[in-house]
């Protein structure tokens, strides 16, 4: 196997190894080089070492598909991510831009000035370019929006009107209609001329004379049946519609539920708008996903690996702070039970158990509850019995786990009441964790709210807190 081909096979961390290899060894002859007294900067970027190392980053890097380009760019410091932006070929800056994240994204775009941002745009289609105007700067927009032709104009103006979660939002406008007054004969000419389909085509759409959408025929139907069937005969109709409007949510249900490759986007009067692929769901379900993940942790948006340091403490501060006010709290709660912990040491030892198993009981109470809301699975009718369940869930954990710690307590400290509150306070901590953890996320969408922004730290406060209270409150009550 060639050199050349052995590369095209590396998967995308050897990719990613292989390029820092290549930004240090730059950078290395770069540093020497500059230690000497001659030869001057313009020997050095001319000296056949350098032109190499450049070569052989820029000949990787045109084999890159954008995805592993953006991937490999998010990995990198700022200062080798900038150098490394600098050698992506052109055509591909939109791509890449449209792959990296909102936060790598921004450092990316403050290098380019406005041309190199209008050519970037100008090679993407109407629903990407509308993906990536919230990030440029408006008079590239303008820019942008003079340069396209009518329709992808009004397009454009349409996918940037629906809001972010909307089906609208992820709506690929790059479809293919048909007749249905037409041979499937007919159909196939006209697809060879077209010379490519678009990505995820698995149907094309069936339309009358004023684009109202009467059905789809299925490309497999279209390579198996007869080619002087008429279109009316072989297509069928389409059991999944979405409208621009519907929540975005609800399109990925669907194509879970139906496995589904792609669907239709129609208005109000039934006239075709769009299709969504399953890719654009793909990627709004990572999204999703990777934003509920942030938001447990208190981070209000997805932070780049480098960010300058500020930037990130800005990010962190605020649940943080909130972190800051509960742990004072826990500490006071502790405080209030100085004499109880001085006169039997073993409580100091035993209640950090306490409050570790709630916290982790809590966070999977929460974590079930929030993908519950998110799926629509809950409603004002289940929550009693949400709750019920949950606590159900958690009395027999605690009853469980409660009994084997308050045994190693005993054998461990040779005390049956000691064993006993802590089995006692295993179980009302567990009951706690159980209740707030439904009830944290239910009262936050009520309010209007991300429900899964600072749970994990809210929970974790409640059952620290709460942990605490209930252990050395038994304690005092009963050994001492």
Request: charged fraction near 25%; proline fraction near 3%.
């Amino acid at each position: 196997m060639t050199e050349e081909n052995q590369h095209e096979n590396e998967d995308l961390q050897s990719k990613l190894e292989r390029i820092m290899y290549l930004l240090r060894k730059y950078k290395l002859v770069e540093g020497l080089v500059r230690l000497q007294d001659h030869p001057p900067r313009q020997d050095l970027v001319e000296s056949v070492i350098q032109k190499q190392n450049l070569a052989s980053l820029q000949n990787m890097l045109d084999k890159l598909h954008p995805a592993d380009i953006a991937h490999i760019l998010e990995a990198l410091p700022l200062e080798d991510r900038l150098f490394l932006w600098n050698l992506v070929k052109a055509e591909n800056d939109g791509e890449v831009l449209l792959e990296v994240s909102d936060a790598v994204r921004e450092t990316l775009i403050a290098t380019m000035g406005s041309s190199e941002l209008v050519a970037a745009a100008e090679q993407l289609d109407a629903d990407e370019i509308a993906d990536l105007a919230p990030d440029l700067p408006i008079e590239v927009i303008e820019d942008v929006f003079r340069s396209l032709p009518l329709g992808e104009r009004e397009q454009l103006r349409a996918a940037m009107s629906y809001p972010e979660d909307s089906v609208g939002a992820l709506m690929d406008f790059d479809v293919i209609t048909i007749r249905e007054d037409v041979r499937l004969e007919v159909v196939l000419r006209y697809l060879r001329r077209l010379g490519e389909l678009p990505d995820h085509t698995d149907q094309l759409f069936v339309v009358d004379r004023n684009e109202h959408l009467k059905g789809v025929l299925l490309l497999n139907r279209l390579l198996v049946t007869d080619p002087d069937v008429m279109v009316s005969e072989a297509m069928t109709k389409e059991n999944v519609k979405f409208q621009p409007y519907d929540k975005a949510q609800q399109a990925t249900e669907a194509f879970e539920r139906y496995d589904l490759v792609s669907a239709s986007v129609i208005d109000v009067d039934g006239k075709l708008l769009g299709r969504v692929t399953v890719n654009s769901v793909i990627d709004f379900i990572r999204e999703k996903a990777e934003n509920e993940a942030l938001s447990q942790a208190g981070l209000s948006e997805e932070e780049d690996l480098f960010a300058p340091i500020w930037k990130s403490v800005k990010n962190r501060w605020a649940w943080l702070a909130i972190n800051l006010v509960t742990a004072f709290i826990a500490s006071r709660v502790i405080g209030l039970f100085e004499d109880s912990i001085e006169k039997l040491v073993a409580l100091a030892a035993l209640m950090p158990i306490v409050a570790g198993v709630g916290g982790n009981s809590g966070n999977q109470t929460i974590t079930m509850i929030v993908r519950a809301i998110a799926l629509g699975q809950v409603n004002t009718d289940s929550t009693l019995k949400l709750i019920g369940k949950e606590i159900g869930v958690s009395l027999v954990n605690g009853l469980v786990w409660g009994s084997i710690v308050g045994l190693f307590t005993y054998v461990i400290y040779q005390n049956i009441p000691l064993g006993l509150v802590m089995a006692l306070a295993m179980v009302l901590n567990l009951l706690l964790a159980a209740l707030v953890g439904v009830l944290i996320p239910l009262t936050r969408k009520k309010m209007g709210r991300d429900p899964a922004i600072g749970s994990s730290v809210l929970i974790t406060a409640v059952t620290d807190s709460g942990g605490f209270f209930i252990f050395l409150g038994l304690a005092t009550l009963f050994l001492l």
